[in-house]
């Protein structure tokens, strides 16, 4: 079992700790501050500007996950050609058995789906004193999830996410290798030009194993479904959380907005959601998020119904959409000096 020497980020104190430690909390000897090991192992300055096995040179970190850290990489191609690419770098975890970080890197690069993000090569290398697992990808413009921070999505946009990311789900479903990605949500959908693509296996799970339960529930609070605080896996799990995504990208809001725990309104209240969702959106949402799963849509119902439902009176829904949208937004932003006389007395 090696020692890692890090640094404090307070006072810049060097100390030394087993690597086992890295997710948790450590004090400085000399300002005696706490802080973590794995902090201090992901400063991107440290690692910036190395190179990954004579191919990748690290840019900026671009992204930081419970697992891994993801820069913008150069790498040199045959001919001394550069391409830009997604380099992720998997932290070195003596709690999780490397046979199932090695899983995520297989998974990415033997999916070949137009909505799967494309991976390139992958291996081990070392950085740092430590031995860490990688993975080169395409490199993205965009999460969904940024992008909804810059503004509500158009109903065409949600419609090209909700296609794209149906198709995907619909390859990983497919017998007789079907896997269950249990950790879809916003953060995990990637634009790269005009497609967006399913990314980040970590958590993937293969349906030929003997037994589909867990010990303790896994992935983002916020997406599991109701089956997987039980440890439940099945290809139904992936379909909760795109409904949920999608409600989403419709709203702005979680489905299960509640004054009680996530755990209580997942498990026991109804999805609270507008009544005019855009056609067929509503159906959609309502059809993943059902509580039972042996009830719930799969990845072709998704795909069958927004197949059906192009035409003029999804045109028009989404129409009506939009100018309610536009009206709530005007609303919210109206001063009290704007607003009706009526209304200022209400008040």
């Not at 419970?66 to 932290?91: N, P, Q």
């Not at 409600?247 to 979680?254: C, I, P, R």
């Amino acid at each position: 079992m090696s020692l890692l020497t890090v640094r404090c980020p307070h006072c810049g104190t060097a100390r030394e700790v087993d690597n086992k430690f890295y997710r948790r909390e450590v004090r400085c000897p000399r300002c005696r501050q706490a802080f973590s090991v794995k902090s201090a192992l992901s400063a991107w300055s440290r690692l910036e500007g190395q190179i990954v096995e004579n191919r990748y040179r690290l840019g900026e970190l671009i992204g930081e996950g419970g697992f891994a850290l993801v820069f913008r990489a150069e790498e040199e191609t045959a001919g001394g050609a550069m391409r830009s690419v997604a380099l992720k770098l998997i932290y070195p975890d003596p709690e999780i058995p490397r046979e199932m970080q090695v899983k995520e890197l297989l998974a990415v690069l033997q999916a070949k789906h137009p909505f799967i993000v494309q991976g390139y090569a992958a291996g081990i290398c070392d950085l740092g004193g430590l031995s860490w697992l990688y993975l080169a990808m395409e490199l993205a413009e965009e999460t969904l999830e940024m992008r909804m921070k810059r503004g509500a999505l158009s109903v065409s946009e949600v419609w090209k996410f909700a296609e794209h990311t149906a198709s995907a789900l619909a390859y990983l479903h497919k017998d007789p290798d079907r896997l269950v990605h249990r950790d879809l949500k916003l953060a995990n959908i990637l634009r790269i030009g005009q497609q967006w693509k399913l990314a980040d296996f970590g958590l993937v799970y293969p349906m030929e194993r003997k037994t589909n339960t867990t010990s303790r529930p896994v992935g983002t609070e916020d997406y599991i479904p109701p089956e997987g605080y039980d440890g439940l896996v099945t290809p139904a799990w992936d379909i909760w959380s795109f409904g949920v995504m999608l409600a989403q990208t419709l709203t702005g809001k979680h489905p299960f907005e509640s004054a009680h725990h996530r755990y209580y309104a997942i498990t026991q209240e109804e999805p609270q959601l507008p009544a005019d969702l855009p056609v067929p959106f509503g159906e959609i949402i309502r059809g993943c998020l059902i509580k039972k799963r042996a009830m719930r849509w799969t990845a072709p119902q998704v795909l069958a119904a927004l197949q059906a439902a192009r035409g003029l009176r999804a045109s028009l829904s989404a129409g009506r959409w939009r100018v309610s949208q536009n009206v709530q937004q005007w609303k919210q932003k109206r001063t009290p000096d704007e607003r009706p006389p009526q209304q200022r007395r209400a008040e």
